[in-house]
């Protein structure tokens, strides 16, 4: 069971703790924050210090660190705690740390809401939104003029009905349901340019307006690509695996429907490929030669390309001319930003210039490494296609939307 | 701060709700950026009384923040939540049952109890859910109550609602993990029923279940052989082979175990469903779940879910990849397919991609090697020394395991050794010693290098020159060069740390045994620094080896046995960073050492195992066997339906 949390920002400082039992003293924290300033980006998810147990996150510069005191699963916490994180992104649009000191009672109230005595209560979000209600400029108004109140004042419908995820009585003038299918592409390119190794992660997102309680059916024309898949619950498995389609009667609002993975056993299209030649002799002047162009994108441009060369220790500077787009050098981090934007195939994007590199510094033993960053629009790299969307249980008729997007993931080029 | 009090406390005690709530806020506020705010106490617990729900709501929150300290206003206030625990509305009532057991007062224990017993029969589910909950914070209070508390817990079990029948489950393995005999009758509706369940409480589920089953069922892995519930027969063969003198009723023992592995079949079939599940802690109690009650035959799919979550958030995959790890010793098979989901990004945090590294070398097989070992050779350069030394250590136990790949490695090491990094010489050096340890014949020509590279100084740091003495003391006493890598020794001998003094004075020795002319005075000279060391550690080694060596006890022969007989050549082993005996999934098992409130996962119940047997068949079978064979059609019929209905 989780004991307490404590939000800490990322110079240190604890600004908002609740307890779920008895108090724990913040100077327990110490230990994280020990750990915090002895490298902040690589902070162990588990420490054990001589009492508790502290379980962390760190997401948009703030760390969520969770207490416990006897055995509990980790990932339970963790899973919890990024579930935190996503209900205030979704109640107050983002979640930093200016945020949250805005909304202390809003989210003291949901805390409070999502864990009673350290377990879960209620942690979907449409039931949360019934309990509290998200604040917006409207409602402040509202409120100060009739005095009502940001608090439920009844029991929020979800928590009766079978279907949890859903809140009865939805009404909107427009009827609206959006798809957004995204795919990420990971993968490892070696030295010469062959693929060490590729898969795609891919998620449907939607937004779903629609009145009363619709049952949708959607569907795909190639099913069969998926190698697994994770469904949000709304989803019935039993219509999934006897006839591959997704039958759900939607959350209202936003949600992730499905996330699925397609594994390195099939061919995973490379969308863009980096021409790299560094040439570094000890004691003398090094130099860059970098070009980026597209593979296999099926006649789509490649858009917001951003290279990151993670140099080695021993470069000091690089004096570089881009004919595309702006670079920098972080001479601490050893990274060079290279920000392109869209590729134009008649003129490849290049970037080249020379290296200095520390003097006495062995370079016979260096991989320096490629991070890219691409946007492809209008296309699923895996050729995944919706079929159609039907829907069952109401008379009216939505308006339906598409969209694909291909991004890289984690794409690394060793050089 | 006390012109604040005063103003707050006006505001408190106006009528006017806006301004109460206004003053509540502050509070709230304030308490939960960490100010003490208990001053404010007993003003804000005379608002409990408030119509406004939102008011009452802030004074819950504010009264289970500082309940312990202020026992005495808090009686005072315990009318207040009886009569919100009878109120109308069932969003009211839950909310004062959910302050009133939230305060940690041992006193009140009997009071909840009373309120517990009242709303355990609710019209509302909401609230019998939350009467569940209370059941072990009670619990947890005064664990006296146990009896009583149980039978209300037995009443929440038979609920129909699914809502409560989760709360309830919690509360169970709070209060009575061990009273399995509560569980059989719902056995069969948690099974089906668990895919709508709420995902804390498929955790739950998930985790009471696996216990349950290792009790309750037969292994269905005995004699390395998996059977399935098609094969009867051949369960029959096996139970034959188990009881050859037909001491037990060979009936009711093959009625026992069929059933045994059509409700096994039935909980992996339910439970297969929850593989699909977004959240990572349900489907790595799933795989669990897989892992220890399903036949070998069924792993497959364990591998192909938790190698998802790999590429999932830092924290999430470090978990997942833990339990791979452990997994991966005992059944490599399951994660070989999908080798690539463990290769090493540069954008990893250091953990995982060490974690990442020994889940390859436990994967490692004929097909695969020529991969992984181009992919070790790349960590081995890595910048980060303990990246480094894992793939250095892969390297070794890479050639361990394969032989031929023997020259590969030896070339990798060297080039790590002629790089000016010290770092990289250490790795490099204690690997060679390792590997020319594993090898049956010892390449004289690398030990002579080594040395060479002593004698320019260019091995500086301890673990490599510890490795570089012992490797020329080992297979190099004979050489001539040996002397000059002493001579070496013996000039630094006073700067060197404590654990390299004593393998000089091993390696010196070692010499002396060989070669007893040319190195006599080095010993002498040696004995009599070491003699007078401040380390009791090196003075005793001292006393031992001039014994020895000096003295003579035992014959010149018997000396050489002793210091130079070839030592026992001790395999590199993939170097583990969880411990595998300790239930997967756990912060036992991710911390390595037992952490309060552990539980061990039962041994599987031996089916054909005497007495505990029959009492088996009396409790669980009999009363489930009748409905036994309705269990059959019920799973195909199981696909069929529809979820969501009640």
Known sequence: ?415 | MNKAIVSENRLLDSSNIDDNLQALKRITTLMSSGVDVSCFFPFVVKKIVSDCLEVKRLVYLYILRYAEKEAELILMSVNTFQKDIKHTDPFIRANALRALTGIRLKLLAPIMLTAVQGSARDFFPYVRKITAHALLKIYALDATLKDSLIEILIQLLHDRSLIVLGGSLLAFQNICPERHDLLHAHYRTIVRRSVDFDEWSQLIALQLLTQYGRVQFANPNRDGKSFDNSSSEGSVATLKALDPDHKWNMHLIIKVLIITIIINRLLLECMHNLFYSRNGAVVLEVCKLYYYLAPYSEFSQIGRAMCRFVASRKEISYSFLLNIETMSKRHPEIFTPHLQSFLVYTSDPLQIKLTKISILLNLLNDSNVSILFNELKMYSTNENPKLCEAGVQGLVYCVSLFPKYYKLCLKSLFRLITSKKEYLIEKGTVALRNLLQTSPKVDMRIVRYLSRKYLKGSIKTTEAQLSVLWLVGEFAYNENWALQVLQTAVKNYKNLDDEVKLQVLNFVSKLHVANVESSAEYLEYIFFLAKNDQNTDIRERTCFLSSLLVGSLISAAEVHKVLLSRKSVCFPKVPSSTNRDLVLGTLSHLLKRKVCGYRELPKFSPTAGGSSLREKVTESAESQYGKIWVERESIDSLVMTPQHVD
């Open chain 1, 1 to 415: 069971m989780i004991h307490s949390l404590f939000i800490i920002n990322s110079s240190g400082d604890v600004f908002l703790e609740k307890h779920w039992r008895s108090v724990i003293s913040r100077s327990v924290c110490d230990y994280y924050l020990e750990a915090q300033r002895a490298n902040p980006n690589d902070i162990s998810p588990v420490i054990a210090t001589p009492h508790h147990y502290l379980i962390s996150i760190q997401r948009g510069g703030v760390s969520f660190v969770a207490v416990c005191m006897e055995e509990i699963p980790p990932l339970f916490v963790i899973e919890f705690l990024h579930r935190v994180v996503d209900t205030f992104q979704d109640y107050f649009s983002d979640c930093t740390e200016s945020i949250i000191k805005e909304n202390y009672v809003v989210i003291y109230e949901l805390l409070d809401e999502m864990l009673d005595n350290g377990f879960p209560l209620a942690t979907e979000s449409n039931i949360l939104k019934e309990l509290i209600k998200p604040p917006n400029i409207l409602r402040t108004i509202a409120n100060t003029v009739t005095g009502k109140t940001n608090v439920s004042e009844v029991l929020p419908t979800g928590q009766l009905s079978n279907i949890p995820w859903r809140r009865t009585g939805v009404k909107y003038t427009n009827n609206e349901a959006y798809f957004d299918v995204i795919e990420e592409v990971d993968a490892i390119i070696d030295k010469s340019g062959a693929t060490v190794f590729a898969e795609i992660q891919g998620y449907i997102d939607c937004c779903i307006k629609l009145s009363g309680m619709p049952d949708l059916t959607l569907s795909f024309m190639n099913p069969r690509l998926f190698d697994d898949v994770s469904f949000h619950p709304c989803v019935r498995f039993k219509r999934w695996e006897a006839e591959r389609v997704l039958s759900f009667i939607p959350p209202d609002g936003n949600f992730r429907l499905i996330s699925y993975h397609i594994s390195s056993q099939s061919v995973v299209a490379i969308p863009i490929y980096v021409r790299h030649n560094l040439s570094i002799k000890t004691g003398e002047q090094g130099r860059l030669d970098l070009t980026v162009g597209p593979k296999q994108t099926l006649g789509r441009t490649v858009e917001a390309v951003k290279i990151e060369v993670l140099m080695p220790k021993c470069i000091l500077n690089c004096v570089l001319t881009a004919n595309q787009g702006k670079y920098n050098f972080d001479p601490v981090s050893k990274i060079l930003h290279w920000d392109i934007g869209r590729i134009d195939v008649t003129k490849l994007p290049n970037i080249r210039g020379s290296v200095s590199i520390a003097s006495g510094s062995n370079t016979a033993e260096i991989n320096p490494s490629i991070n890219v960053h691409f946007t492809i629009n209008q296309l699923a790299v895996s050729g995944l296609k919706v079929n159609r969307l039907d829907m069952y249980g109401e008379k009216y008729k939505p308006f339906k939307g598409v969209k694909y997007i291909t991004k890289a993931g984690r794409f690394q080029i060793r050089m």
